[in-house]
């Protein structure tokens, strides 16, 4: 399960085209019956250029994380300071 967050991390730096500068890292894990999975919450910061790119992906369902089912993701917050910081909260299911 720890990967999810490796996954999904990776999955967004995929679509800003560059890695973000990690401020704030959650991932609680999540179960149903029927799937596991994780709960993401992440604050990052990018440069304006990706950080379009990134809002485009999430608003898109662009994001795909390896070995992981992304079942739900969304642009939390996103404020314009040095870079354009963003909060995104996300589901993984193991696939």
Known sequence: M???GTALLRAL???AGIRPEIMEAE?????SVTFEGARHRLVIRLPG???GRLAKAVAGDAVTPVGHV???IALVRRV?????RMEIEALTVEG
């Open 49 to 51: 250029p990706a950080a």
């Open 2 to 4: 720890a990967d999810a």
């Open 70 to 72: 992304l079942a739900d």
């Open 27 to 31: 991932m609680t894990r999540w179960s």
């Open 13 to 15: 730096t995929d679509c």
């Open 80 to 84: 314009e300071d040095a870079g354009e």
